[in-house]
């Protein structure tokens, strides 16, 4: 009975893998849930998991990279929500450190560039609005993407100069 309910917790977690990337944290909690549901022993679980970690489909520091390549590129997300999410998805520090790490060798990423994408997207939403308004919005933008303090205020005063001073010529 036990290696029926090996198998059947095997084909579960790769069904799930198939569809996407997951986490080892997930995929932990996703065959919890199932062994609950299933009326399974919960001792059950952890094999499987160290079945498909040996066997190289789940890896963390992959999924971190991934991770961190995809958020920065299609989402304008500064490092400190990158952090707080793989935080979330149950990766530890020492790994997510590691992804940092081996993504900025080979990537051509700069976190102002990102940050300045996307103010020039979000601010025709703001720029109607008095200047020390559009500012304020703009920098909680910035904050809510991730984007430090020193850099969110120096980027949007940038802008606002940039932006309030051609429209003062025209």
Not at 3 to 12: G, Q
Not at 61 to 79: C, F, M, P, V
Not at 128 to 150: C, M, S, V, W
Request: hydrophobic share 35%.
């Amino acid at each position: 009975m036990k290696e029926d309910e090996h198998s059947r917790l095997k084909t579960y977690a790769l069904r799930l893998l198939s569809r996407k990337l997951r986490t080892t944290f997930e995929i932990e909690v996703k065959l919890r849930l199932y062994c609950i549901r299933s009326k399974m022993p919960l001792a059950f679980f952890p094999p499987v998991v160290r079945e498909l970690t040996e066997l190289g489909l789940l890896n963390d520091l992959k999924y971190a990279e991934a991770w961190i390549i995809e958020r920065r590129k299609s989402k304008y997300r500064g490092d400190f929500v990158i952090v707080r999410e793989l935080g979330n998805k149950g990766i530890t520090k020492d790994i997510i450190d590691s992804a940092f790490t081996l993504t900025q060798k080979g990537e051509d990423y700069s976190e102002n560039d990102a940050a300045v994408a996307l103010l020039n997207k979000k601010f025709r939403l703001y720029k109607n609005l008095p200047k020390l308004e559009a500012k304020q919005k703009l920098t909680d933008l910035l904050f809510r993407y991730g984007f430090t303090y020193d850099d969110a205020n120096r980027l949007v005063d940038s802008i606002i100069k940039r932006e309030y001073n051609s429209e003062s010529r025209n």
